[in-house]
């Protein structure tokens, strides 16, 4: 009887730790794959390719066509929430060591202010169909792109993870990643590599911010005269 009540209670434990690793195994393939799927979108084999002339910078997107077309495409879709990310944590150890990162806080400015803007204005005609007068139509955009445009992000894993399951960066939620040297930058290019996706990679922070500038010329607007 007891030894019955012995086999019974092992062959349970064994099923136990049999289902804990399949788990674990599972777990593990799921977080490689968003991994996966994440560093892949700084991929270089993107089917559309662009030169933007006396600049040094190359334009790319994931679709065939004009790469800049798809920027701007992919800017001025109307998302329900914006989060640009500022770099990769040796970027950020980086920066608070040495305080040498003007140009990329510009950089970052720049294309906030740039989303904020396109977002602004959607919000604004949206209040004002509401019926609401100019003053309360321009407070209401500003209320709903303050609550939507997350500017302050440094990568961490399960941002990485976030971003690789689709979670962010998607018709939705809109991604922007700012990629420097520290961050593994390999040249200077601006690129769409992925539907609600836009990364900025330069060599240097001071090209990173030239990139948010041409973006704005490339969608027509500019936050940098008001």
């Known amino acids: 009887m007891i030894l019955s009540f012995l086999v019974v209670l092992m062959s349970k434990r064994y099923l136990l730790v049999t289902f804990v690793f399949i788990l674990l195994l599972l777990g593990g393939f799921l977080i490689d794959s968003w991994y996966s799927a994440y560093t892949s979108l700084f991929r270089s084999d993107f089917p559309s390719k662009a030169m933007i002339q006396n600049e040094?910078?190359?334009?790319?997107?994931?679709?065939?066509?004009?790469?800049?077309?798809?920027?701007?495409?992919?800017?001025?879709?109307?998302?329900?929430?914006?989060?640009?990310i500022l770099g990769s944590g040796d970027t950020k150890d980086y920066c608070d060591r040495t305080g040498k990162c003007q140009f990329?806080?510009?950089?970052?400015?720049?294309?906030?202010?740039?989303?904020?803007?396109?977002?602004?204005?959607?919000?604004?005609?949206?209040a004002r169909e509401m019926g609401y007068n100019d003053s309360a139509a321009r407070k209401f955009a500003l209320d709903q792109v303050s609550r939507r445009v997350n500017s302050g992000n440094w990568?961490?894993?399960?941002?990485?993870?976030?971003?690789?399951?689709?979670?962010?960066?998607?018709?939705?939620?809109?991604?922007?990643?700012?990629?420097?040297?520290?961050?593994?930058?390999?040249?200077?290019?601006?690129?769409?590599?992925?539907?609600?996706?836009?990364?900025?990679?330069?060599?240097?922070?001071?090209?990173?911010?030239?990139?948010?500038?041409?973006?704005?010329?490339?969608?027509?607007?500019?936050?940098?005269?008001?």
């Open 56 to 84: 040094g910078v190359r334009v790319e997107g994931y679709l065939p066509g004009d790469p800049l077309d798809l920027v701007n495409a992919t800017l001025y879709h109307h998302y329900e929430r914006v989060t640009v």
């Open 104 to 126: 990329r806080t510009l950089a970052a400015v720049e294309i906030s202010c740039l989303v904020g803007k396109l977002m602004g204005s959607y919000y604004y005609e949206t």
């Open 155 to 226: 990568l961490t894993f399960s941002l990485k993870l976030a971003i690789g399951r689709g979670e962010i960066g998607n018709e939705k939620h809109l991604l922007i990643i700012l990629r420097g040297p520290l961050d593994g930058a390999v040249e200077n290019r601006i690129y769409v590599p992925r539907k609600g996706v836009l990364v900025l990679e330069a060599l240097d922070d001071r090209t990173l911010y030239r990139e948010a500038l041409l973006v704005e010329g490339i969608t027509g607007i500019s936050c940098s005269k008001g």
